[in-house]
């Protein structure tokens, strides 16, 4: 069933568990992730980023996401992640995605709190709900700078929140965007701090190899939604690699096994989370 993320990440919040954001830039992934999520009665939130769309468009994402979405057994949020412009967060929103994440995280304080303070109002005019950036969360290819310089203060986030009505506050933690180089130094007390600070649920981007241990502690201190990308991609593109023999036998040799091994990877993740069974 289509929701957005009041339905499925308060319960999560106040369970003491974590819903998945899993990309689908395309069918297959879809297929595989709704699957796990039905399999293990889990709500689960599927989507796109707007760095992504070159491989999938907006428009052509919706096509399959929220049909997919409707018909499933279990909560499915249809998401919108890291929405850089205004123009395709509105395209989201018109297109039936369920939430957005507006991502002014790289602005001023001030100009972040405008800007996400108006997208907020026409994302809840459609009955979605909408997610921001609060610090900044960067990218393990880029080492030009040191993580906690754009931590979340825990102070700032209370008045953030209560100034744009978000939905959900993406916390800078620690975690970085892609593949680590080295292993992540998540601030948990920090975590903790804003968790007691703020009351919507709190998000963690650049969940991609982090260890067991770094997700069940960060939930346990008040993280509700996780974002998973890396681990799925890289799943699904070696299940393909080792699934191919010859260019003759096409690409139809390939695709059940891509579905298979992001499936698998999903239900790892939705296991560790502690979300099976809530749905």
């Not at 308060?10 to 709704?34: K, T, W």
């Not at 953030?160 to 992540?184: R, S, W």
């Amino acid at each position: 069933m289509l929701v957005n993320f009041n339905d499925i990440l308060l319960p999560a919040m106040r369970g003491g568990y974590a819903v998945g954001l899993f990309n689908a830039v395309n069918i297959e992934l879809a297929r595989g992730i709704i699957g796990a999520a039905e399999k293990l009665r889990s709500p689960v939130i599927v989507g796109s980023a707007e760095v992504l769309l070159p491989y999938g468009p907006l428009d052509e994402v919706s096509y399959y996401l929220i049909p997919m979405a409707k018909r499933a057994s279990v909560p499915v949020a249809v998401h919108l992640d890291h929405g850089l412009d205004e123009e395709t967060c509105l395209q989201a929103l018109k297109l039936g995605f369920t939430s957005i994440m507006y991502d002014c995280s790289t602005d001023s304080y001030e100009v972040n709190i405008q800007k996400v303070k108006e997208m907020a109002k026409y994302a809840h005019s459609y009955g979605a709900t909408i997610e921001a950036e609060l610090g900044h969360v960067g990218n393990n290819a880029d080492s030009s700078s040191k993580p906690e310089d754009f931590y979340t203060d825990p102070a700032q986030a209370k008045d953030f929140v209560e100034k744009t009505k978000v939905d959900a506050l993406a916390i800078a933690v620690g975690t970085a965007h892609g593949a680590y180089k080295l292993p992540p130094k998540l601030d948990f007390d920090r975590i903790e701090e804003i968790a007691k600070t703020v009351k919507i649920p709190l998000v963690l981007h650049g969940g991609s190899g982090l260890t067991d241990d770094d997700f069940r502690k960060a939930i346990e201190k008040g993280i509700s939604k996780v974002n998973i990308f890396t681990d799925i991609n890289v799943a699904a593109l070696k299940a393909a690699a080792d699934k191919f023999k010859d260019v003759q036998d096409g690409l139809t040799e390939i695709i059940p096994a891509t579905v298979e091994a992001t499936a698998k990877a999903a239900e790892e993740k939705i296991k560790l989370f502690g979300s099976a069974g809530k749905a």
